[in-house]
């Protein structure tokens, strides 16, 4: 059963340092996705991406952040300059039918 | 935006018993998902359920799409269902974005 794949899925860094969040979507999903989930928190809407392009962000999504489809298979979020607040599970997603979830990746801002 | 409420919050079952959990929503809804989060963090689908009944193995999912409300039953509860489960609701537009509840963290005893 294709699934959406993510690396790395634990990533600790220091405030102020880059951090780029990889994923593989499945291959016949149109539209992708990245979500967060901050600790015990429910999970949030970043960004949309359809067509090579964002489709739609939330508020969240400011201008550290960014995303990439750069060879086709991989989709990527990068966080610029990252602070305390960044720390949660980001999640990618695809969408056919029904939206299917990758497995995540924890990112701790120290 | 369109709004998702979960109840109950926090549930506490002894292994073998059944439960239900609920779903309600503000708007109507193009797509209606149920997952699983596992101690792990990850987001397993459960339902994709708009509308009507489904049922796999010990659970089961309504969604009652005019009344704006789903529900989500187990039955014979094990361990390994102990975790959170998320609602999440599509209602319309282009992107096909999920909004999620809070949850409902479920914890059952052996």
């Known amino acids: 059963e294709p699934e959406v794949t993510q690396t790395p899925s634990h990533q600790v860094t220091q405030m102020g340092q880059e951090v780029i969040l990889r994923c593989v979507p499945i291959?016949?999903?149109?539209?992708f996705y990245w979500y967060r989930q901050i600790l015990g928190q429910k999970v949030e809407f970043l960004v949309s991406?359809?067509?090579?392009?964002?489709?739609?962000k939330s508020e969240i999504f400011d201008d550290q952040f960014s995303v990439e489809r750069p060879d086709g298979s991989n989709f990527t979020l990068k966080i610029r300059s990252t602070k305390l607040e960044d720390s949660a599970m980001y999640f990618c997603?695809?969408?056919?039918?029904?939206?299917?979830f990758g497995q995540g990746t924890r990112l701790t801002v120290v | 935006g369109i709004q998702v409420e979960q109840s109950p919050p926090d549930l506490i079952l002894q292994e073998g018993a059944n439960s239900t959990l609920r779903c309600n929503f503000s708007?109507?809804?193009?797509?209606l998902q149920w997952f699983h989060q596992n101690p792990w963090g990850q987001l397993i689908n459960l339902f994709y359920?708009?509308?009507g009944t489904k049922q796999n193995g010990r659970l089961s999912a309504t969604t009652v799409a005019t009344e704006r409300y789903s529900l989500l039953y187990i039955s014979s509860s094990q361990t390994t269902d102990s975790g959170v489960y998320f609602c999440?609701?599509?209602?319309?537009?282009?992107?096909?974005?999920?909004?999620f509840g809070k949850g409902t963290l479920l914890t059952v005893n052996p």
């Open positions: 997603a695809g969408r056919g039918i029904e939206a299917f």
């Open positions: 291959s016949n999903h149109l539209y």
């Open positions: 991406f359809y067509n090579n392009e964002i489709s739609e």
């Open positions: 708007d109507s809804v193009n797509n």
């Open positions: 359920i708009p509308s």
């Open positions: 999440a609701v599509d209602s319309g537009g282009s992107n096909y974005k999920l909004t």
